[in-house]
């Protein structure tokens, strides 16, 4: 392609015990690529510098150990492409070292937890934060699809946990109340004292955030919600 300049890079992705290389193929605009040249020069005039026996010969001089070093690559239509297609590539790390190292950091806190991605880890349970919002008996679907339950509270330490990491949003959990039994029971069927600090009637769903304590809500207004399972 006329005018522009292709470079080629390799990014090595690690997920579990496993990694892949993954090639990326990036499209320089034309001042990027008299950066490039200008680059190319400037290292020419060091390498001579600190190497003055290094003469330039017409096809297999400085010219193209200069490009080598660099992983520069011309795909433009001038050039042969069985000289390309020979012609050993060092690829540039244009991507800093940093992203590996996150990936791979990334993929490693995935595989320890037991949660799946996007899950937070506490004391061998997962729980899953949505950004989404739905009323309760959805919310309960979503859960159910992840094979998973709306959050069930078993004590003040969870219960902390839950407020901190929902803050200033409000999420559905897994109590409602039964009006046959006249009592709040959580979706497992265990039953639990609860004091709340809004009394308002009709509203049958509990939610956390927002506040201190758990709080009373419609049913039918949308919420975001907590999914919680066993870590495996």
Same mark, same amino acid.
């Given at each position: 392609?006329?005018?522009?300049?292709? %470079?080629?890079?390799?990014?090595?992705?690690?997920?579990?015990?496993?990694?892949?290389?993954?090639?990326?193929?990036?499209?320089?605009?034309?001042?990027?690529?008299?950066?490039?040249?200008?680059?190319?020069?400037?290292? #020419?005039?060091?390498?001579?510098?600190?190497?003055?026996?290094?003469?330039?010969?017409?096809?297999?001089?400085?010219?193209?150990?200069?490009?080598?070093?660099?992983?520069?690559?011309?795909?433009?239509?001038?050039?042969?492409?069985?000289?390309?297609?020979?012609?050993?590539?060092?690829?540039?790390?244009?991507?800093?070292?940093?992203?590996?190292?996150?990936?791979?950091?990334?993929?490693?806190?995935?595989?320890?937890?037991?949660?799946?991605?996007?899950?937070?880890?506490? #004391?061998?349970?997962?729980?899953?934060?949505?950004?989404?919002?739905?009323?309760?008996?959805?919310?309960?679907?979503?859960?159910?699809?992840?094979?998973?339950?709306?959050?069930?509270?078993?004590?003040?330490?969870?219960?902390?946990?839950?407020?901190?990491?929902?803050?200033?949003?409000?999420?559905?959990?897994?109590?409602?109340?039964?009006?046959?039994? #006249?009592?709040? #029971?959580?979706?497992?069927?265990?039953?639990?004292?609860?004091?709340?600090?809004?009394?308002?009637?009709?509203?049958?769903?509990?939610?956390?955030?927002?506040?201190?304590?758990?709080?009373?809500?419609?049913?039918?207004?949308?919420?975001?919600?907590?999914?919680? %399972? %066993?870590?495996?």
């Amino acid at each position: 392609m006329p005018g522009f300049l292709f %470079k080629a890079v390799m990014v090595r992705l690690q997920q579990h015990d496993s990694s892949t290389w993954a090639p990326f193929l990036l499209l320089l605009p034309e001042e990027e690529e008299a950066q490039e040249a200008e680059d190319v020069g400037k290292m #020419k005039r060091r390498s001579q510098r600190q190497h003055p026996n290094l003469v330039e010969d017409q096809g297999s001089g400085i010219s193209q150990r200069h490009d080598h070093l660099l992983g520069r690559r011309d795909f433009s239509e001038n050039s042969p492409p069985q000289a390309a297609s020979q012609r050993e590539v060092l690829l540039p790390q244009i991507f800093p070292p940093v992203l590996e190292e996150s990936l791979n950091s990334t993929s490693t806190e995935r595989s320890t937890t037991g949660c799946p991605i996007r899950w937070d880890l506490y #004391k061998g349970r997962c729980y899953f934060f949505s950004t989404n919002e739905e009323n309760w008996n959805n919310s309960h679907v979503r859960c159910s699809n992840e094979g998973a339950t709306l959050a069930i509270i078993n004590n003040t330490e969870e219960q902390k946990f839950l407020q901190e990491r929902a803050g200033l949003e409000v999420y559905f959990i897994g109590l409602r109340y039964q009006h046959s039994q #006249k009592r709040w #029971k959580w979706i497992d069927g265990s039953g639990f004292q609860v004091n709340f600090t809004n009394y308002v009637p009709h509203f049958d769903c509990a939610t956390v955030g927002l506040s201190p304590t758990m709080d009373k809500s419609s049913c039918e207004i949308s919420h975001r919600w907590i999914c919680e %399972k %066993k870590a495996s």
